[in-house]
């Protein structure tokens, strides 16, 4: 059965002009990698909270000691202001030598949040570049393995004890001695990336389309990598501040007159019996600063990943 | 296979060396005066300290030493202690301190297996609801703050509250629960955190939208082909687990003295008793090596689709 298509009146058409400005408007999405990113980060307010918890505590704790002009290493001789309870004057009390637990403790928040920053810079920046040339040259392989295992059986302590006798306990021991092992599970971790990425399918279609390698890099490898380093940056922190409490449990941490946050949990630690309160600040700003890291880092990795991007 | 086992034993083997003898290099910078005990080093002369130092062999030339080292391990002989626990045989040492960490440590690995893979189930099957939530925050705590801190309040209120004791007696079980428990609240964490994240991600796969899809029921999609599934990465790490807990827990078995093995490698290092030093790296480092070794086998003895022979990139729980 074949039916006519009634006739049509020819008024009702007007031939469409040709706009080149149109033409190229279609097949292009307006999506941005790092806008999807933060978009999907900042959609949490736990999110918004934590990262504003940290930025408020690492600025309090670099500029408090600018104002507060405590000299850290004065004695005290009198024994009235020793082991002073809570009170209107020192709001959490003082340590046994008379200093105020509020200021030490922004003091310590310092030293501890400098020590997680350069742990995690060293970690991450060696981790990336060890990491990349692993996943890519392929005889490395052997060799970067092999150091793996090696490195993963040496215990960490042997490092530390040789470090402090070489370079005297301080700073830039512990620094050295944890990443000494920690850059190389990173640049695990970026190799196992980098592989996967670089055989990835999108991979080889865009290999295959003629994608010059420059723009493979930027815009295809890159962006991965980049979110994986900033979360591995952000959990090395925690992990670095609680390595210096461990370290300062077994004594080899910063010199007893550091005052960093490993120095005085433990020191409120062993006081706790007869000042509990000693432990209280320390701990209470000490937990704040892991479990934001913490938080902030894994969600940022939930955030990177397109999946679960809108 | 049996080409491959041989390899890998191989490669162990050099692993192990390579440790072995960079710890034992490292250990002879340390400074000579580290050898002596406090009191021995003020009632020596010169004289007697010299001939002290050369009676241990620590003057000859490092390899010599190393060689010494080898021909006393084969004939299963690992010397002396010398600071730590003085002129007592290491294996004597070892022997006595290491059931208290083993059996510890097992007994915690299984509570944290129960506890842990039941916790990741709950928090895979009701994701986003209320178990997911609570869990989370338990991981969170656990991982994130410095375990010293939680183990320090547990140890100080738990005991007050339940009037138990604070620390470790033999002859008193009661003492012995909490110690366990605190050893295995991260493992807890652990086993919960990936095999949740594994389930998930196993959850989101085709072939299990297509089992749903062919009307299969959900439980039995769960059961069969999720968590069998997600066991799999996870199961490479238990022969590792299990054969290190030997080496104990340095924070626990000090916070409740307990006599293990967990301080013993830190204070063989700080006081430099060498001896104590090799034996401790060589035995964790053979376990150590064996376990990543077992646990590929055993992955691929669970997942026959898992080929060994070819590569060796796998695994990204850590």
């Known amino acids: 059965m074949i039916r006519t298509i009634p006739e049509v009146p020819a008024e009702l058409f007007r031939p469409a002009a040709f706009d080149e400005a149109a033409a190229e408007r279609t097949g292009y999405a307006r999506y941005s990698y790092w806008r ?177 390698l420059r723009r493979m890099i930027t815009k295809n490898v890159l962006p991965y990598l980049v979110s994986i380093l900033i979360m591995e940056a952000a959990l090395t922190i925690p992990y670095s501040i609680g390595s210096e409490v461990f370290l300062g449990f077994i004594g080899l941490g910063l010199p007893i007159d550091t005052i960093s946050l490993g120095n005085l949990v433990n020191q409120g630690k062993n006081n706790f019996m007869l000042y509990p309160y000693q432990l209280t600040w320390p701990t209470v700003i000490l937990a704040a600063i892991t479990v934001s890291f913490y938080i902030v880092g894994n969600r940022f990795s939930d955030a990177s990943d397109p999946r679960n991007h809108v | 296979m049996g080409a491959y086992v041989l390899k890998r034993l191989g490669q162990s083997l050099i692993t192990v060396s390579i440790v072995v003898l960079t710890v034992f290099l490292l250990l002879r910078l340390m400074p000579k005066n580290g050898y002596f005990t406090r009191e021995d080093y003020v009632n020596m002369d010169r004289d007697a300290r010299t001939a002290y130092l050369r009676n241990l062999g620590v003057l000859d030339d490092p390899f010599t030493q190393f060689g010494r080292f080898l021909s006393g391990l084969a004939r299963g002989d690992l010397g002396r202690s010398i600071t730590v626990y003085p002129r007592s045989p290491v294996l004597d040492v070892i022997g006595e301190k290491a059931p208290y960490s083993l059996w510890f440590g097992l007994a915690a690995l299984a509570l944290s297996m129960a506890l842990g893979l039941g916790l990741g189930i709950l928090m895979a099957r009701f994701k986003d609801r209320f178990p997911d939530g609570a869990g989370t925050v338990y991981v969170t705590i656990v991982r994130a703050i410095p375990s010293l801190i939680w183990l320090f309040f547990i140890q100080q209120w738990v005991t007050a509250l339940l009037g138990w004791p604070m620390v470790f007696y033999e002859d008193r079980p009661v003492s012995w629960v909490l110690p366990t428990i605190s050893l295995a609240l991260s493992g807890i964490a652990w086993y919960a955190i990936w095999l949740r994240r594994f389930m998930v991600d196993e959850e989101n796969k085709d072939y299990v939208k297509f089992a749903v899809s062919k009307g299969l029921p959900w439980k039995r999609v769960m059961r069969g082909h999720v968590l069998r599934n997600a066991l799999v990465p996870l199961v490479q790490y238990f022969p590792q687990q299990i054969l290190l807990t030997i080496a104990g827990s340095l924070l626990i078995e000090s916070i409740y003295s307990i006599p293990g093995m967990g301080g013993l490698l830190v204070s063989a290092i700080r006081q430099q008793d060498n001896p104590l030093v090799q034996a401790l790296v060589l035995l964790y480092s053979v376990l150590g090596v064996v376990g990543v070794f077992l646990g590929d086998l055993l992955m691929v003895l669970v997942d026959p689709r898992i080929k060994l022979a070819e590569s060796s990139g796998k695994g990204a729980a850590a």
């Open chain 1, 36 to 212: 999807s990113t933060f978009r999907t980060f900042l959609k949490s307010p736990v999110s918004i909270f934590l990262l504003a918890l940290i930025v408020v505590l690492t600025t309090a704790s670099f500029v408090y000691p600018l104002f507060a002009h405590m000299d850290l290493g004065a004695v005290n001789l009198d024994t009235e202001t020793w082991n002073l309870s809570p009170n209107r004057d020192h709001v959490f009390g003082t340590d046994g030598l008379g200093r105020d637990i509020w200021a030490l403790t922004w003091y310590g928040t310092r030293t501890s949040l400098l020590l997680g920053f350069v742990i995690a810079l060293l970690d991450v920046g060696i981790g990336m570049i060890a990491g990349a040339l692993w996943g890519y040259v392929r005889k490395l392989d052997r060799i970067m393995t092999e150091l793996y295992n090696v490195l993963n059986n040496i215990p960490q302590t042997v490092f530390l004890v040789l470090l402090a006798y070489i370079m005297r306990p301080g700073f830039w021991t512990i620094v050295t001695a944890l990443c000494s092992t920690g850059w190389i599970g990173i640049a695990r971790f970026v190799r196992n990336k980098v592989i996967t990425i670089r055989d990835a399918e999108y991979n080889v279609a865009s290999r295959c389309l003629g994608t010059p």
